[in-house]
């Protein structure tokens, strides 16, 4: 079963051409990416199998389950680190399955890990100017540092604002708290301005002071009315208070998906997931 | 930020040139000081671009000594058969010498290039067949010098402009009358400009910060939206051009050439890689001058000892930095 969820506005543009540029106009109420009988194994285990799915401009979703369900595979489908066994991937019409991560990086393909992937030896700044470089493909300059550029850098300290990190600029990555680094993460994603953001558990390892300012951050990136945001995470008052649509995967195959009230209903979704039926 | 602090490589390098000055005198040293300094930047040359190679695509190139060899007897064809026929002046010589060094580095680094597209590319990732088609491929080249240039060691006459030396004045106190070699002052100056050189691309370019992102995670990086294909190629052609530079550089040094000098010279090049910090060109360089002071200075007060000198301070070095000099994350 695929629930669609409305992105509310209209939406302003599709996904990217390879140079970064806006391709195509508005497809209000249309799939922005859909997946289709998408499977793969992993040491002859199935590890997604058969999932198809269709996510619509605006929509975010948030993509639960048990340890080992096949999520973060599924991400990994998605982002292009591994190639699936079967089955498409369409972003905005066109099929992407063939494409390696920096061709569906560029076409708008952005993602944050659940552990910290950050460049520690260079500079917060140098992490921003790198994602805000990788959106210029060939236009970028081969020589002059983006940071060093005075456009580039007030683009990329407007992306370290926003995560309230502006202050720490110059500081090594090595430096910084886990918290920050995750801000940071965030950042990179706002600097990459992504059609489609694969967040895989954003909220890990946070303290729980700081995981308001994270959920404010995810609320931020979904203002663009275009953007599909998937979000894995298990802690499920954040997944309520996020979400439009929950999908449960359940040994690499979905198991409910639909409105967060239809899934925390569901019999199938209490019984596996949950543990039991609601008090 | 950098700290201004001497970090260990800078403490190392201090304690050696210490150690160094107090066991001989002031003149020996400096002597040994400067052709230790020499030959630690023509190791630099030969194993910067091994060291990238290795951090940015995880590949051990075991052909690297190949590639040290061909540059050497491509640098050396022009020099042999060229420098007869240009006036025997300094513009004449410096005329020979030039086209030589890109002579070096061109042959090397189409080779290099050409070998990563055919050979490493298919077994990026794969450490087992690394080793065996670059084993493979070292095998080749080497065959093919020996096949084109014969077994036999071929002289290489230094050119007049880098013979001699240059006497400090009698009037320099503890030093005055002191020949310093001028080869030796030369390539020492070179190493430390190429070194400088390589240290601005990748600190002051963009192409420098993909780079060094690339050494730490790779696939980060091509999430971000880089391509890194075209980054590997240029990466390794870079190094293999390099080396082709120090093999010239090696086989002017030596005055002789041979098709296994880079066999016998990539011990010493792994030694050098490990000892700074795999990955790490700012630990390659400060591992290149150690490994050539410690040679020299050991070869002069033990020489028994001098062929078992370098390892020794690798494993010294392993012991009290397990990730060598300066690893890449602290670079």
């Known amino acids: 079963m695929t629930v669609g969820v409305g992105g509310g506005s209209a939406p302003s543009h599709a996904a990217r051409g390879p140079q970064g540029g806006p391709q195509g106009g508005p497809q209000v109420g249309t799939d922005l990416l859909d997946v289709r009988d998408l499977a793969v194994s992993l040491g002859g285990q199935v590890v997604v199998d058969g999932v198809s799915l269709a996510f619509q401009h605006g929509s975010l979703v948030a993509i639960v389950g048990p340890n080992g369900a096949g999520k973060t595979t599924f991400f990994n489908l998605l982002s292009g680190q591994l190639r699936p066994d079967r089955g498409t991937v369409h972003l905005a019409g066109v099929d992407i399955t063939a494409l390696g991560m920096p061709e569906r990086a560029q076409r708008g393909l952005g993602r944050v890990f659940q552990m910290n992937q950050l460049f520690s030896a260079l500079t917060v700044i140098e992490n921003v100017a790198l994602a805000l470089t990788a959106r210029q493909g060939r236009a970028a300059s081969l020589w002059q540092r983006a940071d060093r550029r005075p456009d580039m850098r007030a683009r990329g300290m407007a992306c370290l604002e926003q995560v309230q990190l502006a202050g720490l600029a110059s500081q090594p990555v090595h430096a910084l708290p886990h918290g920050a680094r995750r801000k940071l993460e965030m950042a990179l994603l706002l600097a990459q301005d992504p059609v489609v953001c694969l967040l895989d558990e954003p909220t890990a390892g946070m303290a729980v002071e700081e995981v308001p300012a994270m959920l404010d951050l995810v609320a931020q990136l979904h203002q663009r009315a275009d953007r599909v945001i998937l979000l894995i995470e298990h802690k499920m008052d954040v997944v309520r208070s996020l979400a439009q649509r929950i999908i449960v995967l359940h040994q690499g195959r979905v198991l409910a998906d639909g409105s967060p009230g239809s899934v925390m209903d569901s019999a199938d979704v209490q019984a596996v997931y949950l543990g039991g039926p609601p008090a | ?331």
């Open chain 2, 1 to 331: 930020m950098r700290t201004l602090l001497p970090g260990p490589h800078h403490r190392l390098l201090s304690l050696v040139l210490l150690a160094g000055l107090l066991s001989m005198g002031v003149k020996t040293w400096l002597v040994l000081t400067l052709s230790g300094l020499a030959m630690g930047s023509m190791l630099f040359l030969m194993a910067s671009g091994m060291t990238l190679a290795f951090g940015l695509l995880r590949v051990l190139n075991l052909a690297h000594g190949a590639l040290i060899s061909l540059g050497a007897f491509a640098g050396a064809t022009w020099w042999v058969v060229r420098a007869q026929a240009l006036p025997d002046t300094v513009w004449g010589q410096w005329l020979a010498l030039l086209p030589a060094m890109l002579l070096a580095m061109s042959v090397a680094g189409l080779v290099g290039a050409v070998f990563e597209r055919l050979v490493i590319r298919p077994v990026y990732g794969n450490y087992l067949k690394q080793m065996l088609v670059t084993v493979g491929g070292a095998i080749i080249l080497t065959q093919l010098l020996q096949g084109f240039w014969g077994a036999s060691p071929i002289a290489v006459p230094r050119p007049d402009l880098l013979r001699g030396s240059l006497v400090l004045p009698q009037s320099v106190p503890w030093v005055g009358g002191l020949a310093l070699e001028k080869f030796r002052l030369l390539t020492a100056l070179f190493g430390l400009g190429v070194y400088a050189l390589v240290i601005h691309a990748l600190e002051r370019t963009r192409w420098g910060v993909v780079i060094r992102a690339g050494v730490e995670d790779r696939e980060m990086v091509e999430m971000l939206g880089h391509r890194m294909a075209p980054v590997f190629l240029a990466v390794f052609t870079l190094g293999a051009m390099l080396a082709g530079l120090g093999g010239m550089f090696w086989g002017l040094y030596q005055e002789v050439i041979t098709a296994h000098m880079g066999d016998e010279l990539l011990i010493l090049v792994i030694v050098v890689i490990i000892l700074g910090g795999l990955g790490s060109v700012r630990g390659c360089f400060y591992g290149a001058l150690l490994a050539g002071l410690v040679n020299l200075y050991v070869g002069y007060l033990l020489p028994a000892l001098a062929s078992v000198a370098v390892v020794g301070l690798m494993m010294a070095v392993l012991m009290w930095r397990p990730r060598g000099l300066i690893p890449v994350a602290d670079t």
